[in-house]
């Protein structure tokens, strides 16, 4: 379940990262004595083009008549050949140089009559052909952006259009009531508001009642009369297998969607060009929307919605079925996905699958997804989920939106909808290393985006928010994590004396739990009410008040938690390698009040040494309390949270003893890039990162136990505490890397 490559699919040729001495010692603890799987980085780069007459040609020339001599033409032209000219160059001819393309779209003079040996063409075809290639792929990235701009321009528009229209409503010829049309603009917004989030939670619990029942009539002792109401009269049961209506969609509909969407996700995942098209400026693969409506959308026309479509290819080391099940299982797949799933719920399993394997399963759910800010707005949606076997090592999982659920839910004017989308898993095993799945990952949006926040638009609109890339590097993440965590010779760092398995699978446990929560309680879910304050420095701060009654790992009252979002003219990465250095941590936390940071024990749980779980304790602290520290960070995010903890309850943990006595408050950093990845005066660790890497998203997320009562109220004085906490944390952070330009 380690993550040790990533691919990308138009090449289908895995790249790999460098061989691990501490991955060859974790898949030993797992496996015994199997041995590990060595892998070469793939040093494919694109080449510099040494020649200079690489001039693009017109744009009109023909695509399809690719190579063809200029003087050849002319000749034609004079002998008043009429006839339209075919294709010159044979299948295997094309092949082959479309190979050389993917690797090196300007190839050389060297190349180019190596080539020219090889398939017996000129080296002005050759040359020609390359050059209409690197058209064809040009006017296809342009059509892409054009429609970028395109939807952007609308957007600022529908917004100027919004606030002319609130200008104008709360207006007053008078001037004296201009505050009170105001105030009931915003009373009769926030009641729409909550009347749709109301109408949506309703549905999701009528859903899971109706689950509920149905699990009570399947599992009722035998001999009793489940099926009759009082009075005798008989209530029909949920048996879902003769059931032909779910939440008034017929059964056999769903299951065409199901089998539908299984079928375009197989086909957006196998296919390449003129399907996919990679991109020369960022490298992701852009999807050709052309190709897209003549060959899959076949009957559907493309809505007004914006399009987000992303494809990704990766490497991850699981069980099989065990991966499977964890998609089709609402509470595994949550889990999986943490940072990405605030809610997620199985309204009804429509078909279980034949046997034990889950094959032909369906099922109708609903997700709420969201980032790790509170700036912007989840996505809710009502989709159908498929699971098919393939072959013997390959199966497919495929998600697609519904419109209509029951009476009560009607999402066809939703912001947002997902066209079939999901993963491909096939078996990678050699016969010697078993374990290793590619899995080729989709994702295909239609939103409506407006009202974003400036910092956050770029990213936002690129897709790469709930892009293919963010779920699998979060999936690689997981199974990393699981593979660490099951290990037996994982390498430790530790002064404390304590090095049992046990000991550090519980840390590892509590350190999660502590992450999950942080993630539960800074994103933008219809749960939580946001209160927007001025932070001491100018930011913008989101204050949100909870009461604590039932969970037992966190402290019993009411909790304030605060969250600001800032962008910083920062990599990603040094932005992270900063929080994570315990002994730079004096600069930025405030209640960090004297002494250095002293570092425990250091748990890995990945290949990266950014993934880890630490305990830290304070020089000249005389408190009993540590710190610890889960630290995590992959192709697309980076998250850092720590919480204080009692000294002697993590010894015990630390000991292998339960965790679950153990209650955490924890901070949490949230990091993404910006989305520009050309942004000039960015601060980074290196001079080639520096070119390639915008600036970073940061999210500060605090949070503070106001009463143990919890009938308590939120009060200034609460509210001012939490204020100063977050606008020192943000100026402190500020401060320590305005220096780290070199």
């Known amino acids: 379940m380690a993550v ?88 295997e001819q094309i092949r082959e140089m479309e190979m050389l393309f993917k690797e090196s779209p300007h190839p050389d003079e060297k190349q180019r009559q190596q080539l020219s040996e090889k398939l017996g063409l000129s080296c002005k075809q050759i040359k020609f052909w390359f050059q209409n290639r690197r058209t064809q792929i040009k006017a296809i990235h342009e059509r892409h952006e054009n429609a970028l701009l395109k939807g952007e321009m609308e957007k600022l528009r529908e917004e100027n259009q919004a606030m002319r229209e609130m200008i104008s409503k709360s207006s007053c010829t008078k001037g004296c009531c201009s505050a009170s049309t105001n105030s009931l603009d915003a009373i009769f917004t926030t009641s729409d508001q909550q009347q749709q989030q109301l109408v949506t939670e309703i549905a999701r619990l009528k859903a899971e009642v109706e689950r509920l029942r149905t699990a009570l009539d399947k599992y009722a002792p035998a001999g009793t009369e489940n099926n009759k109401e009082e009075g005798g009269i008989e209530r029909p049961g949920r048996n879902l297998e003769k059931s032909k209506s779910i939440f008034g969609l017929e059964k056999g509909r769903v299951m065409l969607i199901g089998k539908r969407a299984i079928e375009e996700v197989v086909k957006m995942g196998d296919s390449d060009e003129p399907l996919w098209v990679r991109s020369v400026e960022t490298g992701r693969e852009l999807l050709n929307y052309d190709v897209y409506m003549k060959e899959l959308a076949v009957g559907n026309e493309r809505g007004k919605r914006e399009v987000e479509a992303s494809r990704e ?52 759910m609903f997700a709420e997804l969201q980032m790790l800010t509170p700036t912007i707005p989840p996505r809710e949606i009502f989709f159908i989920r498929s699971c098919k076997q393939l072959s013997p090592g390959k199966w497919v999982v495929a998600d697609v939106s519904i419109d209509k659920v029951g009476d009560h839910v009607d999402s066809s004017s939703s912001r947002c909808r997902k066209r079939p989308s999901g993963c491909i898993i096939q078996d990678q095993s050699d016969g010697h290393c078993k374990g290793w799945f590619q899995v080729t990952w989709v994702e295909h949006w239609e939103c409506h985006k407006i009202g974003l926040h400036t910092i956050y638009r770029t990213i936002v609109n690129s897709g790469l928010i709930f892009g293919a890339t963010h779920w699998m590097s979060t999936l690689q993440m997981h199974c990393e994590w699981q593979v660490f965590f099951m290990a037996t010779n994982v390498p430790m760092k530790d002064s404390t004396g304590i090095t049992t398995v046990g000991g550090r699978k519980s840390v590892l446990r509590l350190a999660q739990r502590m992450t999950s929560s942080i993630y539960q309680a ?79 024990a250091n748990f890995a749980k990945g290949q990266n040494r950014g993934n880890a779980v630490t305990i830290q304790a304070v020089k000249s602290d005389e408190t009993n309390k540590w710190i610890l520290q889960d630290s995590l960070t992959n192709e697309y995010e980076s998250t850092v949270v720590y919480a204080q903890v009692d000294m002697n309850g993590m010894k015990s943990v630390m000991a292998g003893f339960d965790s679950g006595n153990i209650t955490t408050l924890p901070t949490g950093f949230s990091i993404l890039p910006d989305g520009h990845p050309t942004r000039p005066l960015v601060i980074s660790s290196s001079k080639e990162e520096r070119e390639t890497r915008g600036g970073s998203l940061l999210t500060v997320a605090s949070q503070i136990l106001v009463s143990p009562s919890p009938t308590a109220e939120t009060t200034s004085q609460s509210v001012e505490y939490v204020n100063n906490i977050m606008s020192h944390t943000l100026e402190n952070i500020k401060a320590s890397l305005q220096g780290e330009d070199d």
Do not use: Y
């Open 4 to 91: 040790v490559m990533s691919d990308n699919h138009a090449s289908r040729r895995l790249k790999t990262l460098p061989s691990s001495p501490a991955l060859s010692l974790t898949l030993a603890g797992v496996f015994g004595n199997a041995a590990p799987m060595d892998v070469e980085a793939d040093t494919t780069g694109r080449r510099e083009d040494s020649c200079s007459d690489n001039s693009e040609p017109a744009g009109s020339r023909s695509a399809e008549d690719l190579g063809v001599d200029p003087d050849d033409e002319d000749e034609d032209k004079l002998q008043g050949n009429t006839k339209k000219r075919k294709n010159r160059h044979t299948s």
């Open 313 to 364: 290819t990766g490497v991850v080391f699981a069980d099989l079925h065990r991966l499977v099940q964890s998609f089709m299982d609402v509470v595994q797949w949550k889990e999986m996905f943490p940072s990405m799933i605030s809610k997620a719920s199985t309204m009804e399993v429509v078909f279980n699958g034949d046997g034990n394997n889950r094959d032909g399963a369906v099922q109708l």
């Open 522 to 600: 800074i994103g933008a879910s219809n749960s939580h009410t946001w209160t927007k304050v001025q932070s001491k420095i100018g930011e913008t701060i989101r204050i949100a008040s909870r009461k604590n009654l039932k969970n037992p790992h966190e402290p019993t009252g009411l909790i304030l938690c605060a969250v600001a979002s800032i962008w910083l003219p920062v990599s990603p990465k040094l932005l992270f390698e900063f929080l994570i250095d315990e002994a730079r941590r004096p600069e930025w936390d405030v209640m960090l009040s004297s002494g250095q940071a002293e570092m425990l």
